[in-house]
């Protein structure tokens, strides 16, 4: 891009769109995904929440509770290892480690169906605390406009019955 005629400088232009800046690796965590195209999907909408709507928000976090597949969990927790500081991956790692909770919630229950922790007597699935650890990780680390952490983090915890602390999220 050059300036106009005569100015022999460069015309600088500027892209307004998010979407510009993300860049496809041959080894970017969406090309290893596109077999898992769903995962990929939702990865993306998670990673800029506010080019989504919200409902298309939540559905993506269900999608990663529904126990993904094992190259997923290790895509995520690889992630995790790689970028330690960054919100999306701890997001994504507590949505993981929420929903095997709820899978063992429900193999263990004698319903099969259950998903909530309604017995008081047996322990919550460690999974959970992790769960929480990594959504209090993602809410630290996240901007100001990105609402997911917090709104993981009060649901956990009004699930685990710590109302109070689930209210202050």
Known sequence: LSGPKGSG???PVYVRENMFRYRLRSNSMLQSLL???EYSLASMRVLFPTSYPIELLVAAH???LLDPP???QDAV???LRKFPHTSSAHLMHGLVREGAGVARLAATSEGGGAVDNENEASPPPVEWEEALWSYA???DLASHHDWQPRLRLGLLLQRLRRFD???AT
């Open 77 to 79: 927790a690889d992630k």
């Open 9 to 11: 400088g460069i015309v």
């Open 70 to 72: 094992k190259k997923v």
């Open 35 to 37: 077999g898992s195209q």
């Open 62 to 64: 269900d999608r990663f």
């Open 137 to 139: 990780a993602a809410a």
């Open 165 to 167: 602390a689930g209210n």
